[in-house]
């Protein structure tokens, strides 16, 4: 059946799905980098989903896992009980994101939104703790994207996903993003210096915030909003040394970059800087079950649990000992499982360093090489990344990086085009300001091949020229 053919009827079903206007096909089974529809097609998941699938589809371990867990035990509350899974997977999740974390705890929940309302409430609460009960601000940048709900939503910057409920969410500072290949200053040097601009722009956020900010969150790597840009040189050392000398906490939203889809564990490591809070879900349970989790350092936890001799402008302090946060289904213990049996999976098939795209002969290597092929198509305006997260920019004059206008839905064209021959893509519109500027999110499985990745490419550039 075509687009052109389906009545309303066909468009209407008991499930409110993301769209009314396009058919969606039924999937059905998926194995490895493939995921198949009810009438049989293949499709070769490019996009991971939306960045969520890191070890592939149909892995037998992970819902054996589940099942077990299920079998076992398959839910207390986390106000009556802790469970074996939650306690052992949290220890090894804090391994996972290095020694700034020891003695620091997890928080899970259901996905990303949820970590980042977590990440917030905890982030407002220890400034509480620690007698700042002024600090209540967060600040953020314009063309982030931290979530749907309602305060995730506040502090992102995707036009096109908040406009609407502007009035309901409460508007603290937003700032300028790096953005290299439009950047917002008058670079000669290829971006070699504008990081410190950019960081400057943090510190006046901080100003004019008069000592309420408590929070600065900031995704490493634009996800989807700008597709996958990556922060000029010294920027986000900047960033951190501001948030910690004015004492205004640093959380680091991974929930796409994180757990190896970079090419390290969590993608701060390439900057070397520490935040106080990390936020991760996605490739946590690689989508096997929903899953986010909170990753609070020491520092934050013990202003909750145990208090503090004071210092840095603060009275000492004896901790509340109660985080006043909490979701039915936080920590469930199937997810949890999923989630431990997905990160033993990464490890035993060293995924995280499949996805390093520095690194001769990884799907990362592969990828970021084959996807620069595609810079020789005139509507090929960049090609962006790192590890296994990409993005292809389309614009619709190279030499003045004019974009295509936003009612032709380009991104949305190439999408449907790689849809059709099988090839899973993830599109975008807004990168230049919002509204206008298209480009395409590539983030596939690290279990993907090279020769896969080749053929993948060859369909982008069919779909591509098809398209535009
Ligand atoms: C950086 C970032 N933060 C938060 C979210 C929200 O996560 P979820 O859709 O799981 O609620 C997303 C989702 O794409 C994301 O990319």
Known sequence: MTESTLTQQDLRTPVLRRSFRRPYPVAVRGEGVYVWDAEGNRYLDFSGSAAVNFIGHGVREISDAMAEQARQLEFVHTSQFTTPVAEEFAQELLDFAGEHFRGGAVYFTCGGSESVETALKLTRQYQVEIGQPGRHQMLSRNQSYHGATLGALAVSGNKRRREMYLPMVREFEHFGMPYCYRCAFDCTDGCRNCGQQYAAELERAIDAAKGQAAGFIFEPMSGA????????????????????????????????????????????????????????????????????????????????????????????????????????????????????????????????????????????????????????????????????????????????????????????????????????????????????????????????????????????????????
């Open 225 to 468: 909003t700008l597709g996958a840009v990556t922060p000029p040189p010294g920027y986000l050392q900047a960033i951190a040394e501001i948030c910690r000398r004015r004492s205004v906490l640093l959380i680091a939203d991974e929930v796409m970059t994180g757990m190896g889809r970079t090419g390290r564990n969590f993608a701060v490591e390439h900057w070397q800087i520490r935040p106080d809070i990390l936020v991760t879900a996605k490739g946590l349970s690689s989508g096997y079950a929903p899953l986010g989790a909170v990753i609070a350092s020491k520092k934050v936890v013990d202003a909750i649990a145990v208090g503090s001799e004071g210092g840095q402008g603060c009275p000492p302090h004896t901790g509340s000992g109660a985080f006043l946060h909490g979701f039915t289904y936080n920590a469930h213990p199937v997810s949890v499982a999923a989630g431990r049996a997905v990160l033993r999976r990464v490890q035993s098939l060293n995924l995280v360093h499949a996805a390093d795209s520095n690194t001769e002969g990884t799907a990362g290597f592969a990828l970021k090489n084959a996807l620069e092929t595609l810079r020789d198509l005139d509507c090929v305006g960049d090609v962006r990344g790192l590890g296994l997260l990409w993005a292809v920019e389309f614009v619709a004059d190279k030499k003045t990086k004019a974009p295509f206008v936003p009612e032709k839905n380009i991104a949305g064209l190439v999408g449907q085009a790689c849809l059709r021959r099988g090839l899973l893509v993830y599109p975008m519109q807004g990168c230049v300001d919002g509204v206008a500027g298209d480009h395409l999110l590539i983030a596939p499985p690290a279990v993907i091949t090279a020769e896969q990745i080749g053929g993948a490419v060859e369909q982008l550039r069919a779909a591509v020229k098809e398209s535009t």
